[in-house]
């Protein structure tokens, strides 16, 4: 399964550089780790990934899949979708709305937007089938952990990569 934007082999080299930039041991399991996530298009969690690299490592163990995949995620090779950790987050609140999640601490917060509650559907999402709801989930340093960092108490939360803009203001 050949992911959309660059081969399994590109992906795999730029892994052993990010490691080896920030001074990260390269094991066997991380390497199969990061295989297995950049084989795949599905955007798997923890569990799939876990059983896939098992099939090949019957000795790798979920707690290392995880540990894997947040120190992935800490070298800005992957990005995670939905919530954050291994908890699922639950939301009393079923009016339409909008999520700022704090990617330091994981505060997130509900906020409403007339101008995102109308936001068109690109025609190409048709093509994974209909869709029933949208929100958005806009991602950043809360005031708390931006003071907190400003002031030396915390590291600096890793920045999102985002990929340039094209003209038009498509992604």
């Given at each position: 399964?050949?992911?959309?934007?660059?081969?399994?082999?590109?992906?795999?080299?730029?892994?052993?550089?990010?490691?080896?930039?920030?001074?990260?041991?390269?094991?066997?399991?991380?390497?199969?780790?990061?295989?297995?996530?950049?084989?795949?298009?599905?955007?798997?969690?923890?569990?799939?990934?876990?059983?896939?690299?098992?099939?090949?490592?019957?000795?790798?163990?979920?707690?290392?899949?995880?540990?894997?995949?947040?120190?992935?995620?800490?070298?800005?090779?992957?990005?995670?979708?939905?919530?954050?950790?291994?908890s699922v987050r639950?939301?009393?609140?079923?009016?339409?709305?909008?999520?700022?999640?704090?990617?330091?601490?994981?505060?997130?917060?509900?906020?409403?937007?007339?101008?995102?509650?109308?936001?068109?559907?690109?025609?190409?999402?048709?093509?994974?089938?209909?869709?029933?709801?949208?929100?958005?989930?806009?991602?950043?340093?809360?005031?708390?952990?931006?003071?907190?960092?400003?002031?030396?108490?915390?590291?600096?939360?890793?920045?999102p990569r985002r990929?340039?803009?094209?003209?038009?203001?498509?992604?």
């Amino acid at each position: 399964m050949e992911p959309v934007g660059g081969g399994v082999a590109r992906r795999l080299e730029q892994f052993k550089a990010a490691c080896k930039k920030a001074g990260v041991k390269l094991t066997h399991q991380r390497l199969e780790v990061f295989r297995e996530i950049a084989a795949n298009t599905e955007h798997p969690d923890a569990e799939t990934v876990f059983r896939g690299v098992r099939e090949r490592v019957p000795t790798v163990s979920l707690d290392t899949v995880y540990r894997t995949l947040w120190l992935l995620d800490g070298l800005g090779l992957i990005t995670t979708l939905g919530p954050r950790r291994e908890s699922v987050r639950f939301d009393p609140n079923l009016e339409h709305h909008h999520h700022y999640v704090c990617v330091q601490c994981g505060r997130a917060k509900d906020f409403e937007s007339a101008d995102l509650n109308v936001l068109t559907i690109p025609a190409s999402v048709k093509k994974f089938g209909s869709v029933m709801a949208t929100h958005v989930e806009a991602r950043g340093l809360c005031a708390a952990c931006a003071k907190k960092t400003a002031s030396g108490k915390t590291p600096a939360a890793r920045q999102p990569r985002r990929k340039p803009s094209k003209p038009g203001g498509e992604r």
